[in-house]
Each structure stands twice: as C-alpha cells, then as structure tokens.
Nanobody
Framework: QVHLVESGGGSVQAEGSLRLSCGAS????????MGWFRQAPGKEREGVAA????????YYASSVKGRFTISQDNAKNTVYLKMNNLKPEDTAMYYC??????????????????????WGQGTQVTVSS
C-alpha cells in the first residue's frame, strides 16, 4: 500500500502564498500519478493539479492555472503544490492522492477522483481577505 501525508496548510491572507507537501511511503511505483484535490463546504470535491512522476506531465484546473504549481522530488518521494496569489475562494480542505497501479499511463491520471486509490488525511487551507 501507499501511505500519504500532507503538510503545509494553514491560514494566510489573500495574495499570500503557501506550499503544500505530500510525502509518500510504502510501495514505490516507477510510474505514478499524484494529485491534489480540494473540497470546500457546500461544494463538490474538485481536482486541483496532477503530475505524472515518470516525465513530469502536469494538469491544472482552470481556476488555479497560472497561480499554482505542482512539482516533485523523486529522491524524497514528495510532491509539492506551490500556491501563489491565493484567493478566499481557494479556502478548502486539500487532499493528496495517488493512483498507484502498475502500468499507469498519463491519461489514467485525468479521469477523476475515482481513479485514485490512495488518499491522505487532508490539510486545511484558509485564505482571508
């Protein structure tokens, strides 16, 4: 199994920045997709960003494109989400997730939350104006 732990959440003022980290342990996949999802009260869970670990292909939701950057440090089995120019509407619980299956291709990272088999406990991000 894959164990995921998020960190880096907190409270920040609008236009501020945060960097979330997701450390992965357990079985190591040579190919994997790591994703960040978020869910705010009264809203559905949405995909924020994803990265394919074998090649660095990335995806961003339109709502965060240009402000958020997903990156990886393979040596540390860690994925990051750098969030700049934060807005109050970014307030949500942020979850790290991994697809974690053998033979995964990039397209398999883009089919929604149901494709992801491993999830962290979440880290809260609160942005005030």
């Amino acid at each position: 199994q894959v164990h995921l732990v998020e960190s880096g959440g907190g409270s920040v003022q609008a236009e501020g920045s945060l960097r979330l980290s997701c450390g992965a342990s357990g079985y190591t996949y040579s190919r994997n997709c790591m994703g960040w999802f978020r869910q705010a009260p009264g809203k559905e869970r949405e995909g924020v960003a994803a990265i394919y670990t074998d090649g660095g292909y990335t995806y961003y939701a339109s709502s965060v494109k240009g402000r958020f950057t997903i990156s990886q440090d393979n040596a540390k089995n860690t994925v990051y989400l750098k969030m700049n120019n934060l807005k109050p509407e970014d307030t949500a619980m942020y979850y790290c997730a991994a697809v974690g299956r053998i033979g995964l291709m990039w397209g398999g990272c883009l089919r929604g939350a149901t494709e992801y088999n491993y999830w962290g406990q979440g880290t809260q991000v609160t942005v005030s104006s």
